[in-house]
Structure formats: C-alpha cells, structure tokens
C-alpha cells in the first residue's frame, strides 16, 4: 500500500488494526493417499494449514465439519483433501457441491481444474450442473462425474425430483460427500427452505440406502453450528481455528464530509472516486464494491474523469482512464481471466464492481479494498474485506452511507470486529414452507411413518392433504395423488408464491418479478420503482393478472409507501420482563394497507409531498412477533404530542437494532406500534411490535426475544451516541424527531427516567433542506415567482396562495395580505396555519420562529358589509 | 385323470382328417391337447407317427411334463418340440436333405451371427447397402443389391454347410414337396401363431394323409407382427374334411376378469366363467412410473405377508424399458424377482465389446471386431489406451497359452480403463463382465485360455440369461416380470398390468386388433386378481398421460376404477386449512366446568353454539350467548 491517506485525514473517523499473525502449519498427514502427496507435492504445497488438517481428519473420521476460517485461508484445498482421498480410493462415489450462486459454482470450478488435470478424468470428472448447463453435458455429469457442483434450486427443481430418472438414482447412491459453501447466505427464509431441501435430501439418500457426510463452509457468525445443524439435522464439528498467516490488514472507516454547510454528507461513491485517482498515480491494486450496477458506472465515470486531468501527464500520452475497469457477473471466463491478467501486469490498476461477486470469487492479489456503504450484513462485509490482502498488507476502506447502520458503526466501530453479534437464523418448521415441501417430498418417494420424524407438523399436514385429495393412504402409506410436479409450486428464494411480474410498458419485457407485499409496499401506481439503479413510474398496477407496468423515468426523488397497519394478537408464547416494561413473543396478524406514498427527494430525504392511493392494497400476515411494552408515563407524554409520532422513533431504534442482532434484512422483519388491544381488558396500553415478514415466522423475532434487552441497550445506544444534533435517519428514522424524547422513551423501558424538558415545550424543529431557492426576505419581491413554483409542483395550498397578491415580511414572520376577515380567521385557523407555515418552510429559508400572519383586512370589511346589507334585504322581504 | 366337460370330451371325440378347437382363455387348452395324445396312444397309434408342434420350448416341456404324468412315455414321442427344434430333427434323421446340396450334419446359425456373415459378405463384395436394409434382409422389396446378397449369401450357407433358422422352414417346406412323409397325426398347439409358410407344411403333412388336431384361441393372435396368419382358423375350416369345435368354459379366472375380458371382443367372444365372482379388475393411477412401482413394492410386501407366493404375482409391460424401474425399486425394498426375457448379446454393450475384443484376439484381421473394439462409443480405446490394447493383442496367444480365472483375464487387459471407473455404469459392467468369464471358464478346467475362448465363446455356448440373472439378482422364486407378449401361455395368481397410458397400450402405430389380443391375453393371465394401472406422467416415447383406451372397453360392471379428481390446490389455502385444523384441536383439548355436569370436554364449536362431552351425561349443546360453562385453557406451552 503505497497510497498515503495524510491528506484525507479528516475524513478519516477510525482505524482499526487487524494484526499479522503467522501461520501454524503441519506436515502432510501419514494417511494422505500417496497420489494426492505427490498432487501437493507438484503444486508446490509441502504443508497444510492447521484447520485444513483438521477438516481432513474429520472427513476421514466420518465426521460433519463446518469451517468458518477466513476468505483465502485455503478452504477449496481444505474441502477437497478428504473428498479426493476417497474417490481415489473409489472413482465410483458421488459428491455434491452447493453454492448458492451459480457464478460461484463455475469459479469454483476453475479452482478444481488443477486436480481434474493431475488425476485424468478416469479419477476425477467434475462439472457445473444448472439450469445453465446443455442437455450433454447434463448428461455426461449425471453418469460420469463424481464432483458435481450445483445450487440448492437445481437440487430442488431437478435432482430430487427425478431421482429415480436420469440416472440421478445413481448419484443418490453412491452419495458420500455433500459440501455445502457460504453457508450463512442460507438465513431468513432462503435457509429455511434450504434446511427442508436438506430434509428431502436425506430421505431420499435413506432410501438409496447412502449416509453422506456433511462438509460446510460458513463466514463469521455467531452461531455457526447451531445454523449447520438447523440446515442439516446433524451434529457438527466447528473448525474456526484458522491456520493460514494473515497479513496486515488496516480498515479504515471514511465519513463523507457535508456538502457545503448543509447537513447532508457526501455519497460514499463520491468519495471512492476521489480517492481512485491517487490509487491509480501510486500503483496500488484494489477492487472497489458498490450497491448497484449504477453506481458502478457512477464510479467509473467519475473516476476516469478524474483520471484524465490528472497533472503532470503530457496531454498527447495515452491517459489513465483505462487503469479501471468494471468487474460484474456475467462475464465470460475469457473476459475473466482477461481483467486478471491486466491486473497482474499492470496494465490495470483496479476494478470497480457490483456486491454480487463478494463471494468467494478470487479476482488475484489486490492491496486495497474500497467499500461504498456497508453491505447488508457483517459476513458479506468480511467477504468483501477479504478480497485483498492475500499476499501481503492491506487496506480495507469503508465509505460510510447516511443509512441507519453506517452511522452505528461509525459511532461503534467495534460492531464489525465482535464476532457474537450476528446471528443467522432460519425456521425450518415454518409450517407454510414445511407444508411446500411436504408436498414435494410426497411426490419423491411416498409417505411412511418414519417421515414424522422428520417433518414435525406432518401428522397435521397430513389430514389436510387426505382431504384436499392430494394423498391417498394405501396400505398405511401416504401416496401422492396431486399434480404432476409440486416442487415447482413455489420458489426457495421468494418469500410469497404470488408472484408479480414487472414489465416494461415500451418493450414489453419482463424487468424482475416480486412478491405481493413487495409489490404493494414498492408498485403502486405512481410510485417510482428503482430496479438496478434505474428507474420506473408504475403507470399500473393489475391486481387480478398480477403485473406491473411501468415506464422507464429519470426523477430527482423516490418514494416511500405510507402503511396503516392493524395488530391482533392471536397468542402470546413466552413473556419476560424488563426493569420498567415487558416483552412477548407469539403469534400475531398484522394486516396492512398501502394507503398514501410521500415522495422523497434523493440524497437529502427532503419530504415533496403525499399522494394518497386509490388501490385496495391490503395485505394479512399472520406470524411471529415480538412486542415491547412502553411505559405508560411515556405513553402518555407521547399521546399528548400526537403531531410528532415519537413511536416511530423507538420503533425505528429497535426495529435497527434488532436486524443487526438478528442478521435480518429489511425483507425480513418490521416493526409497528399498536395500542389499545382487546383481549387485554385492562388499561390501554401501547406497544413497538417488531414482526417477521413471513407468514408463521422465520424465526427472527424469536431469536431476537431472547436477546430483548441487549436489543433494547443496542437502540439507546444507537439513537443517544449518534452525531445529528437532534435527531437523523440514522437513529429515529426522521429528521423531524427529536431524538432526546425518543432516547428517553427508550431508557424509561430500561429504568425510571427524567422526561427531558424538550417534551414539555419541543418544538419543531427546522427542516434542514440544501437547496432553497428562497430566503424570505427576499420572499416579496420573488411572490410570483414562489407561488408559481407551488402551482407547477402540484402543491396543495399553491392554488390558494397564488390568489395572495402582496405579502409582506416582519422580522420573522410572513403577513399576508387577505381581503376577507373570514377568510383571515380561517387561516389563521391552528391546522390550516401549520400547514402553510410547513409549505413555505420547505421552500424557503426562514428563521426558527418563523410563523405567518395575516394583514389589511379593512377592504375586505367592506365586502362583508355589502353582503350582510344584501343578507338584511334578502330578509326583509 | 382328470375329469373332463363335455366340450373338451366332444373335442377328443371327434375323428375327422382336420380337427380345429377354438379354444377360448383359460378353457384348458393344454389339457385337451395332451388328452388327444393320450387317447391316440391308448387307441394304438404310434408315438413316433405322432408330431406334436408349439411355438415355445416351455409350451413342448409343459406337454412333456403333463404327459410323463400319464402313461405315455413322453420319450417315445420322437417328434414333439417347436416348429423349429423338430424341423432341425426331421431334416437331420427323416428327410434327405443332400436334395438340396447340404449334409445332415450342417450346422445352425443365430440372427446375430447371420448378421455378422451379410456384412461380411458385403464387404467381400462390395455390396453397399445401409444397416436398416441389412437388419430387416431380406425384406421385401428386392433390390439388385438385396438379390446379389441374397446369392453370395445361399452359396456361403451352402459352402460351410450351415443354415439359419428361417431356412428351418422353408427347407422342411421344400423337401415335404419332394419326399414321402408318412405320419399319422399332427398335434398343433397355439394353432393362431401360425405363420404363411408355417401353414403349408401343415397343410402339405395333410396332403401326405396326416390328420390334423389343431388347438388354438383366435383371440389370442398376438404375432401378426411376424407374419402369423389371422384367418389361419378361416383357411383351414374351408379344407374338406374340417371340423370345427369349441371349448367356452374358462376355468382359469375368477368371474369378474372374465366378464371385465371379454367385453373387448363382444359380442363375438363366448367364453364363460366357470368360477365365482371373485374381486373385480382394479384400475389405478399413479404419479409416475417410480411411485408405480413403489406402490407395487409395498402391495406385494403385503402380499407376500398374506402367504401368496412371490412366484404367483407377476408384472406385466408392454415395452421391455419399463422393466427397469421396477427392478430398481424391488431391488430398493428387496423383493425377490425374476425376469422372463431373452437376451441378444448385441443388447448388452459391455459384452458385446468384450465378445468382439475376443474375436480380435483369435483373429486380428476381422475388421469388424477391429472397428467395434477400438471406435465403440463408450469402451472404444483412444491414444495411450489404444497401444496399450494392441499390444495386449499382439501378446495375446503367449498370454492364453495358460489356465486363467477371470481377474487375470480382467487385470491383463487392465480393463477397469476402459469401463471408465467414474461412470455410473461402471459397477454393473463390471459385474457383467466377471460374470459371464466365469460363466464361459469351466470350473477345473486345466484347458489353457486359448482352448476354452475357441470351445466356449465363439461357439457360444453360454446361456447370457444366466449371466444377466445373476447380476440383476434374480430369483427363480422370485415376482415375475414379464412383457405381455411373453406371458402368453402362463398364468398366475395375480397380475398387475402396468403403463396402461394411451399411446403405450396400444402402442402407437401398432395394429389396433392385435394390441387389444395382447391385452386381453395379458388380463387373462390371473387367476385371482388383476389391477392395471397407468400414469400420470411418463417417460415412454409416445405415451401419454390419458388411460388406455381399452380400459374404457372392458365391462364396467366387473371394474372399479378407482376415482381421481384432479386438484387444484393452492399452498397458501393448505396452509390455512392446516392452522385451521390445528386451532379445532386446541378448541377440542378445552376443558369446560358446568355447575350440574361437572368437567368435560369441547368436542365442537360453532359461531353459536358449543358441544361438550360430560363423562356420564354425554354430549350436551350450549348458546354461547346464554354460557353457563367455564372454560380452563389447557395451553401447551
């Protein structure tokens, strides 16, 4: 790393040092076949790293291991050591290899290919089967390989399905090996289907009468094994001691500076492409990760915009905008080891790429790895670190994004660095995705007692399918009697079965599909759908043939859905307190209803109004949940300050803190508030309910009771140590809340505390907004000018206030003239004077005090005059 | 012996020059016909003027069987035996066959072997003429080059003294013309199967003053494919001196199958049922071909457990491809099974290579072996595995100069490369192949390789279906597996018929009249019980996923078809009715207390009302809006 970052200094919040350490190594074990010895022998590997023994061993052992050592520790070796042994002792056996992606399938392909090519393909055949992979070759894989690497979809839809066909009976058969990769991508709902694919797994290799053994990879979690054994019913050895040396590493936490004096900071984008140009002058090697496929373009626009002025090159000389390249998926193998091959000789300095190659792809040595935003969770984030630094020191730099866990980890970096934090879980006895693949499984092989044991709710599930006519009981065993292929009812990585498809209006082409709460929450109509960083207008919304259309647009805002949600609590399971408030787990029904969309402008989140929407878009769910209590003192403060929502503010800090804890993502849980429930009787009370987004449970919030009052530490934590002055997106979720109230109302959970003052007189604060047009002192001379803006926005009150002719401004007040002592009373009138004061406010620049008022209302007396004499006359005759 | 009806005794009875039975399923076909045998002999005929002829070996041992039985000793009947085997006998030991310019101690080919002397003959003669024309020679349409090869291949028969099986015929066909035959009686069994030229030499038999007893079901011609004669009953009725009888009365099948049969040919068909009703012909559907079988695995497990003999229950197909899912799945539950069939060794590719690497061995000139052995798809030897192979054939007389067993036979030719060793196919192939070495090695041979390879092999004097047996595991005891075609003539206590989709039974763009025989011959198989079942999704070229047609066809009053609705279901309702079913049981695990009747149980609940049951009061009904009871929640956590 020859980069200084001297001159970046103040943008630099932290640095965290992660120490070398060097490797502890051990000879080749004695029972090692002599054709792998002399295999390592010929690539140059005289000695293995402590945990690959370890994962030989228990492979020799017969055991199930799960390893968990660091991206390029070697885990491709450590995998293969015990599976090549035994098939060189026997060619016949059978291995599955599951990745979760199929571009991590063929690139772990690529690293196998010095085996294949060292033992001949009499020894070891090998091959990608997906949904890519030609009719042949699928062939040649089903009949000839003994490696074969698949996704958990191919082994759903296909393998299992056709077991007895294609010759897959063979490859059940002789199953020995099942390695399963990245295991922690297997969370939330993805991992409980995994988890059940597994159970089908199992039973059909039982009837093939094969017992194959588990061998797991998995990045840092807090539970490992407990996710090892939920996924595959098993008891696993952990391997987490890693062997390899580890160089240097320094990760760097880079907080984008305000733009300008406003309150708004930078785009991490913006700041990697600043910084890229002196990468590039200085020779460092480096990838750089952004959330989208435009943001990539953004980057590399900018960065070879950047590059192309950089000083001291004679303009005739070639520039340096092609140091960088973009890196995505779907590049051709050719294109692949192309960019490589430029990186190692110089030729290219650095790639700029989507997330989705963070795993476990090895792009070759790096030394700098440029983060924009904090990927979703920690293990992605270690991935991503991981891509440099293989051979030598490293640099790892997080751009910080105003979202509400960047900013956590700039306040508590020790977040990325505490290994117990993350938990990654699955419900594997959801019943909704049980019943899915009880279904599928009745069509593999036909029912017998022995499958309660595996499938818990299948003494329910069974009755219901008798009756639905999809079993039938012959001789004590339930036969499938349903349609031809009820594995293809439902998808293992979408949540909802109904699916709605996008389709571009012009072309006619199919943008992506979602689900319905997805659709509802993200397609109404109007609503501005952002796929792959580009935008859409829904233009419609059909709920009957389950489409959305929209148009491709280019706006400077977003929007963000307006949801009433409706609590029954249907059952509570387990109940515990806190010090000043309680927390229950059960089952509830949370109904919710898309009623209105704001719009909200890019970047700096300012609010450019509601529209409501005319689409019944209701949706029930019926789950898990978990539901803090709020004290009635705060309740009670809180009710009396209606206008603000401070609710919101807790549930936002909980809801934060409890998918940090949980590893859930924003499809997995969220959270409500909801008060006065029936079946309680007693007094009202108020709730924050932090529910999992899929129908019974994903386990979420379940894990997160038992972590209920860490969760509750995290959010005071999170909202009282964050550095708005009064309250950000970041830890009340608005700009509009005053974070102290919010703190309180957290704390108080925790312990008696003192009501801030604030509560008794808070006001609203200022909406700090970047770029008004207006100040209002300038606000007379520029009336018509303002109020046209108003009209040609669509703003509500613009119509009325154009009809204003003079105005006039006093210290910190706005006086508008009105011809109407009526019509002034009626402004005046509290509701209606807020809202024009919130209009103005958001255009216009004004004071903290600012307020309106209303003048020259002589004239207008007249007015009135002469209709109450037209009112006298009408009466008098 | 056993007491016969009156049809069957009107049938023996009868003494004209051409005596026809029509004799329906299961009527005692067999019996009738060794009766005549019996009553010839005890009438004084002579056993060796007697020709008895069948189609099948096992139909000529069941008549050697049933015969040993009574007096007669079944040895002194010279003649009795297939078409075939006493062809070969009378054209050997009764007829002169030098007319025709060979000696009686010719020799016979198989097809395959016939197949391998035209293309040899083609390659000699630079005749050009595709594989299919070659397969199907000499086929009907004669060509210059078809009627050249036709030559080349007369004058090499003639030159080696060997003949092929059709020549059996037409030779017999030939020489009845030209010589005496002075027999008194031709006894002929499945009398339908006859084919053109099959029926002149009984015809020609007739001519020399033989007469005829011919025993066969019309409804049961199932050979038209290979030329039997439909109207062969017609034909021979015309012949002056023909008498024509029937036997009507089934014995074999229970009521219901009979009646279920019968109904394919009515009103034509007149057999009836001697036997009680019985259970009717069970028509099922399944997933697919797997859960078929599966099905079949665990019915016959059940079964077996009622003490029905395995070898009582067979399974029948109309294509030998849907053998192999339910040898794979019995062969999962380990159910004892055997398999009727006949195997080429062209259809087992690893021994068919291994044949020809022999042959390359003993003659390193044969092109065909050459080809076969280094291009074959699968085991064919490229680069480094080709020199290897032929130096090992090079070395090969050194090698074979000495007693081997099969492992130094399978390690000399380092044969595990060529099987590819990571191929599913691997293990079986390897099975194959040590099994059929050990088959062809005699046991305490001191014979050297070389010796054996020329005795057995290329004389081929192995059974294959031993071979296949053993490695598939087959028991003798074992269900039976069987194509429908091949279960003609047996019977069984239970029969399952199974892939009775459209487009399978019948097959497509087969004889519509034949396939409705062949499934009649297959229903008619059971003593006990029959079920058909076909699928709802299959793997079978030109199936469908509709039932066969015929099963429409049978009589509905004999059958139960079992019901399917199709459903549609959706998994979020299932889902629903799932929770539902679980929050009633909860209802019905809720204790509720009443002043009069004490504690009880909520057996059901409605929006107005509750049921509950008081122990010794019984079910008492309560509104809900006038309760008296109290509930106590009996929660599970």
Redesign the interface.
């Given at each position: 790393m020859k980069t200084k970052l001297d001159k970046f200094k103040h943008k630099i919040l932290k640095s965290i040092n992660c120490q070398a350490h060097s490797g502890d190594y051990s000879s080749l074990p004695k029972k090692l076949h002599n054709d792998l010895k002399l295999f390592l022998i010929s690539q140059k590997i005289t000695k293995l790293y402590s945990h690959q023994l370890q994962m030989f061993e228990a492979g020799e052992n017969g055991e199930d291991a799960i390893i968990t050592t660091a991206t390029a520790s070697g885990k491709t070796i450590a995998f293969l050591l015990p599976i090549i042994q035994r098939i060189l002792q026997n060619?016949?056996i059978r291995i599955l290899l599951i990745y979760p992606t199929k571009a991590l399938a063929q690139d772990q392909m690529r690293n196998m290919e010095p085996f294949l090519d060292y033992f001949g393909?009499?020894?070891?055949?090998a091959g990608v089967y997906d949904g890519d992979t030609p009719p042949n070759e699928r062939s040649r894989i089903?009949?000839?390989?003994?490696l074969i690497l698949t996704n958990p979809e191919m082994l759903h839809g296909s393998f299992l399905p056709n077991?007895?066909?294609y010759?897959f009976?063979?490859?059940f058969s002789k199953l020995t090996f099942v390695v399963i990769d990245e295991l922690h991508v297997y969370r939330g709902a993805f991992g409980s289907h995994m988890a059940n694919v597994m159970r089908r797994l199992q039973r059909v290799c039982k009837?093939?009468?094969s017992l194959p053994q588990f061998l797991l990879s998995s990045a840092t979690i807090a539970n490992p094994v407990e996710l090892a054994k939920n996924i595959c019913h098993r008891d696993f050895v952990l391997i987490d001691k890693d062997g390899s040396p580890r160089y240097e590493r320094e990760i760097v936490l880079w907080q984008p500076p305000f733009v300008g004096d406003s309150p708004y900071r930078k785009k991490p984008e913006e700041e990697a492409a600043t910084l890229i140009p002196d990468l590039v002058c200085n020779g460092d090697r480096f990838i750089t990760f952004c959330q989208g496929r435009r943001q990539v373009e953004v980057v590399l626009k900018e960065a070879r915009d950047k590059l192309m002025a950089v000083d001291g090159k004679p303009s005739l000389m070639k520039d340096l905008g092609d140091k960088v390249s973009g890196y995505r998926g779907g590049y051709t193998k050719n294109e692949r080891k192309q960019i490589e091959k430029k990186l190692a000789t110089g030729h290219l300095s650095g790639v700029i790429s989507t997330n989705a190659l963070e795993l476990g792809i090895d792009i070759g040595d790096l030394e700098v790895v440029l983060l924009c935003g904090f990927p979703s969770t920690k293990a992605s984030f270690w991935q991503q670190v991981g891509r440099a630094g293989r051979k030598g020191n490293s640099l790892a730099i997080l751009f910080l994004d105003v979202g509400s866990v960047d900013q956590y980890i700039a306040l508590n970096s020790n977040y990325l660095t505490d290994a117990q934090i993350e938990n990654a879980i699955i419900d594997k006895d959801n019943?909704?995705i049980q019943?899915?693949h009880i279904?599928a499984a009745a069509?593999e092989?036909?029912i017998t007692l022995e499958d309660a044991a595996i499938f818990p709710?299948l003494g329910?599930?069974i009755?219901?399918?008798l009756?639905?006519?999809?079993l039938k009981n012959?001789?004590g065993?339930f036969?499938?009697?349903?349609?031809?292929y009820p594995a293809g009812?439902?998808s293992l990585r979408n949540a909802?079965?109904?699916t709605y498809k996008v389709i571009h209006r012009d072309t006619g082409t199919m943008i992506t599909e979602m689900d319905e709460s997805q659709a509802f929450r993200e397609a109404y109509p109007k609503a501005i759908y952002i796929h792959d960083g580009l935008q859409y207008m829904v233009e419609e919304l059909d709920l009957e043939n389950r489409i959305v259309r929209v148009f491709s647009i280019d706006v400077n805002y977003f929007t963000v859905p307006f949801v009433e949600t409706d609590v029954a609590i249907i059952r509570d399971?387990?109940s515990t307190q806190l010090p000043c408030s309680s927390v229950t787990f059960g089952d509830v029904k949370v109904a919710e209803t898309v009623v209105a969309y704001k719009m909200v402008q890019f970047h700096n989140h300012q609010n450019l109004g509601y529209e409501s929407i005319n689409l019944r878009l209701v949706q029930e769910l019926?789950t898990e949940a978990i539901w803090y209590e709020i004290p009635p003192q705060v309740a009670k403060i809180f009710e009396t300050h209606r206008e603000y929502n401070f609710y919101r503010g807790l549930q936002h800090a909980l809801l934060t803190a409890a998918r940090m804890r949980t590893m859930a993502t924003i499809e997995d849980m969220s959270a409500t508030f909801f008060t006065n429930v029936q079946n309680y009787g007693h007094l009202q009370n108020s709730y924050i309910l932090l529910y999992d987004l899929y129908?019974?449970g994903l386990g979420f919030t379940e894990k997160a009771f038992d972590f209920a009052s860490e969760i509750l530490n995290d959010a005071i934590t999170l909202v009282q140590s964050c550095g708005c002055e009064l309250g950000c997106p970041a830890c009340v979720g608005d700009y509009f809340l005053n974070k102290d109230v919010v703190c309180w109302g957290l704390a108080s959970m925790r312990e008696e505390a003192e009501a801030p003052i604030e509560v008794q007189s808070y006001e609203l604060p200022v909406a700090p907004r970047e770029e008004k047009q207006f100040v209002l002192e300038d606000l007379p001379q520029k009336w018509d000018e303002f109020v046209k803006g108003l009209c040609d926005r669509g703003e509500k009150l613009g119509e009325f206030l154009a009809h204003i002719k003079k105005i006039k401004v006093q210290e910190e007040s706005l006086q508008l003239s009105i011809a109407s002592e009526f019509l002034a009373k009626w402004v005046l009138e509290k509701e209606n004077k807020k809202k024009i004061e919130k209009t103005i406010r958001y255009y216009v620049s004004v004071p903290q005090k600012f307020c309106i008022d209303v003048v020259d209302v002589q004239s207008q007396d007249r007015t009135i005059e002469k209709i109450m004499r037209r009112y006298d006359d009408l009466k008098n005759i | 012996m056993k007491k016969l009806n009156k049809e069957q005794q009107q049938a023996i009875a009868v003494d004209e020059q051409i005596v026809l039975v029509k004799s329906a399923v299961g009527s005692g076909k067999t019996t009738v016909l060794t009766h005549k045998i019996c009553q010839l002999c005890e009438d004084g005929v002579d056993p060796g003027s007697i020709v008895v002829l069948t189609f099948t070996r096992r139909a000529a041992n069941e008549i050697h069987r049933r015969l040993s039985q009574f007096v007669v000793h079944s040895q002194s009947l010279e003649y009795c035996g297939t078409f075939h085997s006493v062809a070969n006998r009378l054209l050997r030991d009764y007829f002169d066959i030098s007319v025709l310019g060979f000696s009686r101690d010719f020799s016979i080919i198989e097809d395959r072997q016939r197949s391998e002397i035209l293309e040899e003959l083609c390659f000699d003669h630079n005749i050009r003429i595709s594989k299919r024309e070659l397969r199907n020679f000499p086929g009907n349409q004669s060509s210059d080059k078809t009627k050249l090869l036709q030559e080349e291949y007369a004058t090499y028969k003639k030159r080696n003294n060997i003949v092929d099986f059709d020549d059996l015929m037409i030779y017999l066909n030939e020489l009845l013309a030209l010589q005496p035959a002075k027999f008194s009686w031709i006894i002929v069994d499945e009398f339908q199967d006859c084919d053109e030229i099959q029926s002149q030499i009984l015809n020609k038999f007739v001519d020399h003053g033989a007469q005829l007893f011919a025993v066969g079901d019309p409804y049961q011609t199932i050979y038209h494919w290979r030329g039997s004669n439909p109207v062969i009953f017609e034909d021979f009725a015309n012949l002056s001196g023909a008498y024509t009888t029937e036997l009507s009365l089934n014995y074999r099948s229970s009521a219901n199958i009979v009646e279920a049969a019968k109904e394919l040919f009515a009103p034509h068909n007149k057999v009836r049922a001697y036997r009680e009703p019985g259970t009717p012909v069970t028509i099922k559907?399944?997933?697919?071909?797997?859960?078929e079988a599966?099905?079949l695995a665990?019915?016959i497990k059940?079964l077996a457990a009622q003490e029905i003999d395995y070898n009582q229950i067979a399974i029948l197909y109309r294509r030998q491809v849907q053998r192999e899912?339910i040898v794979?799945?019995f062969q999962?539950h380990d159910i004892p099974f055997v398999i009727q069939r006949q195997v080429q060794l062209s259809s087992i590719a690893v021994l068919d290579w291994l044949y020809n690497l022999f042959v390359l061995c003993l003659n390193r000139k044969n092109l065909f072996a050459k080809r076969m052995v280094f291009s074959h798809r699968k085991y064919g030897a490229k680069k480094e595995k080709r020199a290897f192979l032929k130096e090992k054939i090079a070395n090969f007389s050194e090698f074979a100069q000495q007693y081997v067993d099969e492992d130094d036979i399978w390690d000399y030719f380092a044969l595990h490369?060529f099987l590819?060793?990571?191929?599913?196919?691997?293990?079986k192939d390897q099975q194959l192949v040590l099994t059929f070495l050990r088959e062809i090695l005699p046991d305490k041979s001191r014979d050297d390789f070389y010796h054996v390879l020329r005795q057995n092999i290329l004389c081929r004097d192995y059974n294959l279906e031993t071979v296949v047996d053993k490695v598939d595991g087959c028991r003798s005891d074992g269900v039976q597996l069987m194509t429908l075609h091949s279960s003609k003539g047996l019977e069984f206590s239970h029969v399952f018929i199974v892939g009775a989709n459209a487009g399978n039974i019948p097959l497509q763009r087969q004889n519509l009249e034949e396939e409705k025989r062949l499934f009649y011959v297959g229903l008619t198989r059971a003593k006990e019980y029959v079920e058909i079942s076909y699928t709802?999704?299959t793997?079978l070229y030109g199936a469908t996923k509709d039932p066969s047609a015929f099963l429409e066809e049978l009589n509905p009053s004999c059958v139960h078809w079992e019901e399917?609705?199709d459903?549609q279901?959706d998994?979020?309702e299932?889902?629903n009715?799932?929770?539902e079913?679980?929050l009633q049981?909860q209802t019905s695990q809720r204790e509720a207390f009443h002043e009069k009747y004490g504690t009880g149980m909520v057996v059901a609940e409605d929006e107005n009302s509750f049921m509950v049951d008081f122990p010794g009061y019984g079910e008492k009904s309560f509104s809900k809006v006038f309760c008296p009871l109290k509930f106590k929640e009996t929660d599970e956590?």
């Open positions: 060619p016949g393909r009499d020894r070891v055949e089903r009949q000839r390989a003994n077991h007895s066909r010759g009976h063979h490859i009837y093939y009468k019943l909704f019943l899915a279904r069509a092989l036909p709710d329910e599930s009755p219901v399918l009756k639905a006519n999809e012959e001789h065993n036969h499938w009697q349903g349609k031809e009812d439902f909802s079965q109904d399971f387990r019926e129908p019974s | 559907k399944h997933l697919d071909a797997f859960h599966t099905y665990f019915l059940s899912e794979k799945v999962q490369k590819s060793p990571t191929s599913a196919s691997f293990e709802n999704s793997q399917t609705d459903t279901t998994l979020k299932l889902t009715m799932v929770k079913s679980r049981n956590n």
